[in-house]
């Protein structure tokens, strides 16, 4: 996984809008997509078509593979990063951003207002059917107005499909302000470092901080506590190891950070709910989500 840009500003603004065109539609295709971590006034609706790597949504973190679709609500915090394995397919995205005001002023779209209050945490789209993958690519067409109604049917159609809610917390993008390099970099630290021993009072001095003023405003603005967030992605990590390595469980541990097999072992079971061995014979399919 390459570095993150600490440099670059953690809110992100629209770059790709289309003349003539409410909303954006855009098709990335890359080989890898790398640490972005960055929110945005828009409704962001993914689907991948093609790739494999780690999610990030506000406190969620799990592994994402093809044929998912994510709505991301409004100011939620969010990052794809590809897998850098050097077989990996080449990454297929399909993003669509639009305000929530866009759907403002119809009486026909009061039933969603309740649906995007939800996308603020993160909406996971699983097993999509051939039907909502048509309506999606119809958004795509060249004939601008077709392409606005076709948003509106689908994002009509996802509020009656199924979803699971990603993150456990909400963000407000108040309690960003200010805040947005040094939140950053804290994450980067963590990310850049999962693999060697990282303490509280490691990262708090990075930060220039106190390890209980830096616990505190970790938590407050994370929406989770430092041991937490370091765990869980230790866990991620792992977790697409068991998936594309051969390597022993032990290797794996020790490889993500954990100090012994049985410490690995109860942390992967907290977050999993089930232990790596169980883990690692139920998928059938890389990166399939399993209690994430």
């Known amino acids: 996984m390459s570095k993150k840009n600490t440099s670059r500003p953690f809110r992100e603004f629209t770059k790709h809008k289309e003349d003539g065109l ?26 991948t078509a093609q790739g494999h790597g780690m999610r990030y949504i506000g406190d969620y973190i799990g592994p994402f593979q093809a044929n998912e679709l994510v709505m991301i609500g409004s100011y939620l915090p969010h990052d794809y ?12 995205l399909y993003v669509i951003k639009f305000k929530p005001d866009l759907f403002a002023g119809f009486v026909e779209f009061e039933h969603l207002k309740p649906f995007f209050e939800i996308a603020k945490r993160g909406l996971l789209f699983t097993n999509i059917k051939p039907q909502t993958v048509d309506l999606l690519m119809k958004v795509y067409d060249e004939n601008k107005f077709d392409a606005l109604l076709m948003l509106f049917k689908l994002v009509n159609h996802l509020k009656q499909v199924p979803y699971k809610v990603l993150s456990k917390a909400q963000y407000n993008v108040s309690q960003f302000k200010d805040t947005d390099i040094r939140l950053q970099r804290a994450f980067n630290f963590i990310h850049e470092r999962h693999h060697q021993s990282v303490s509280l009072v490691d990262i708090a001095k990075f930060c220039s901080m106190e390890p209980h003023s830096f616990s505190r405003w970790f938590r407050k603005f994370s929406g989770v506590n430092f041991l937490f967030y370091l765990n869980k992605v230790r866990v991620s990590y792992a977790c697409q190891a068991l998936n594309i390595s051969d390597k022993p469980i032990k290797n794996i541990a020790f ?38």
């Open 22 to 47: 409410s909303f954006e539609r855009i098709h990335l295709e890359r080989e890898c997509f790398t640490n972005y971590w960055n929110y945005h006034p828009e409704i962001e609706l993914t689907f």
């Open 81 to 92: 990063v590809s897998s850098m394995q050097s077989d990996a397919p080449t990454s297929n």
């Open 255 to 292: 490889e993500c950070g954990f100090s012994s097999l049985s410490t690995f072992e109860r942390v992967f079971k907290k977050y999993t709910k089930i232990t790596p061995s169980e883990y690692k014979r139920r998928l059938k399919n890389p990166f399939r989500t399993v209690n994430q």
